[in-house]
């Protein structure tokens, strides 16, 4: 390829932050197309005190891609960790809404932080329709908001066996062309249902999806995680996704077959109801969808910041080993 080609990350959350770092490493014109329904932490206070969509995703994927090299990187990162109201709050998140204030639109902050992070790429909201998550789970039940999906008072048990949003979410136009347009299309890793399937319901990104050239690669996660993919294996995540896209849009599976996780972190994440997911999945292909495996985790453990009210994952894809593995399977032929 002479161009640079064009890669789409669409999710949300940590997966795709770490997505991120790992491709910037490589020569690739790069955008996130994020999920925009949280309404936790600091979201929370977003939505319900400003009257704005979610940002804390955007922010995330701003330092991320920031060329950036001054305080004002580090700065756009920092969590307050002391004041009334203020704890747990990422600066960014209220630099986007003061920049929303001043420039009296949410997308145009959301370009002018751009520029002045020098972010290398785009970030773009899958849509800007301010919508709820609702989840159905087998026994009936419902539940709505990404947080109370994310971080269950329910039985983490269960399994969710309808997503979609309420009102119904619109994919914007600029994600919409970005999908349509690129060569590489990588969905997650990340909480399954919040910060995947929460793409695949929103209208108009399935038909973006299919119909795009390019290459549909789904990472999948390191953990099960109580509450969203509890007991799930590789072939649960596929199905799950042959129910919200259909399998056969994609064409590769990433899994790491590095499992030499910490036991200490296992520890934590067994007291969570979270185990490693199993590869149960033989040979190399699946349903014609190509399985591709690696080593993929570096053996950090992640340390969370202590103004951080919310859970995070604390076992990720190594953002080097990852930049490798992509350019072997994907650039280098």
């Known amino acids: 390829m002479t161009d640079k080609p064009s890669v789409v990350v669409l999710g949300g959350g940590t997966g795709t932050f770490m997505m991120l770092q790992a491709l910037r490493r490589l020569p690739l014109n790069l955008t996130a197309v994020l999920t925009m329904v949280d309404d936790g932490g600091s979201n929370r206070v977003l939505r319900d005190e400003f009257g704005l969509l979610p940002t804390s995703g955007v ?28 704890t747990g709050m990422r600066f960014g998140n209220l630099f986007l809404a003061a920049l929303t204030d001043i420039l009296g639109s949410q997308k145009k902050a959301i370009e002018e932080a751009q520029r002045i992070l020098k972010v290398r790429g785009k970030i773009l909201p899958v849509s800007y ?31 969710i066996t309808d997503l979609k949003t309420e009102p119904q979410a619109q994919i914007c136009s600029e994600a919409k062309e970005a999908i349509t347009s690129a060569d590489f299309i990588i969905i997650g890793p990340g909480d399954f249902y919040t ?28 953990m099960t995680k109580y509450g969203d993919t509890f007991g799930f294996t590789l072939t649960t995540f596929l199905n799950e996704i042959d129910k919200y896209y ?22 934590l994440y067994q007291n969570q109801n979270s185990l490693p997911v199993e590869d149960d999945i033989t040979g190399e292909n699946y349903q014609n969808v190509k399985i591709l495996r690696g080593d993929l ?21 190594d953002p080097v080993k990852f930049a490798n593995f992509f350019e072997a399977n994907f650039l280098a032929k």
Request: with cysteine; hydrophobic share 35%.
């Open 297 to 317: 985790f570096g053996g950090t453990v992640y340390q969370k910041d202590q103004a951080d009210k919310l859970d995070r994952s604390i076992l990720r894809h």
């Open 59 to 86: 922010s995330q994927c701003m330092v991320a891609l920031s060329d950036e090299t001054t305080l004002l990187r580090e700065l756009f990162n920092y969590r307050y960790h002391q004041g009334n109201g203020l």
């Open 129 to 159: 329709d301010d919508v709820r998550l609702v989840a159905t789970y087998e026994d009936g039940s419902q539940v709505v908001g990404e947080h109370e999906i994310d971080e269950p008072k329910h039985d983490g048990r269960l399994r």
């Open 246 to 267: 259909g399998l056969g849009g994609l064409d590769y599976v990433i899994v790491n077959n590095n499992l030499n996780y910490p036991q200490a972190a296992l520890d």
């Open 195 to 222: 910060n995947t399937a929460a793409n695949f319901v929103v209208e108009g990104v399935n038909q973006a999806l299919k119909s795009s050239p390019a290459k549909k690669i789904f990472v999948s996660n390191l």
